[in-house]
């Protein structure tokens, strides 16, 4: 644990690289949360709720992100969700197109559940004149106390 703490606190202080041209990035956007099965402490639902990003580039195809997700499930009881992440995110050289993966949590603020989190999934921003729109599918895996329950969180939102 550790260890994940001060990878968490190097992608925080990441210098941007010299050669690169863009500033660091940020990004709101709606989060549609997906927990198909019951498999250990989360329970299966949907939620909705935002998400914000930092992302610096270290250079012209990688950044370093960090996010914070806030979420409601649309379950009988509404329960609100935590889900903050630290990200590599790798540009892909055609169209606007990204892959990320990263470690996190999932959170949940009342009940029990949750855990610690790996993810990994794929984006594809669009240009607009100074802001561009994002779309991204992120699944992952939370590390519950005797199993582990995928979480599909499907985004979309803009980049300033």
Do not use: C, W
């Not at 949907?46 to 914070?68: E, H, K, Q, Y």
């Amino acid at each position: 644990m550790r260890h994940v703490l001060g990878l968490l606190a190097a992608f925080l202080v990441l210098a941007p690289a010299q050669a690169q041209s863009s500033p660091a990035r940020i990004g709101i956007g709606l989060d549609a949360l997906v927990i198909p099965v019951r498999a250990g402490d989360v329970d299966p639902g949907l939620g909705l709720g935002i998400r914000g990003r930092a992302a610096l580039p270290i250079n012209t195809d990688l950044s370093a992100a960090a996010g914070l997700g806030i979420s409601a499930s649309l379950a009988g009881s509404a329960a609100l969700s935590l889900t903050p992440q630290a990200s590599l995110i790798v540009t892909l050289p055609k169209g606007g197109n990204y892959v990320l993966g990263g470690f996190g949590a999932f959170l949940p603020l009342s009940g029990g559940g949750g855990g610690p989190t790996f993810h990994g999934g794929f984006g594809t921003t669009i240009p607009l004149s100074e802001t561009s729109i994002y779309f991204e599918i992120n699944p992952g895996i939370v590390v519950g106390s005797d199993r582990i329950t995928v979480v599909v969180p499907g985004r979309v939102g803009a980049i300033f």
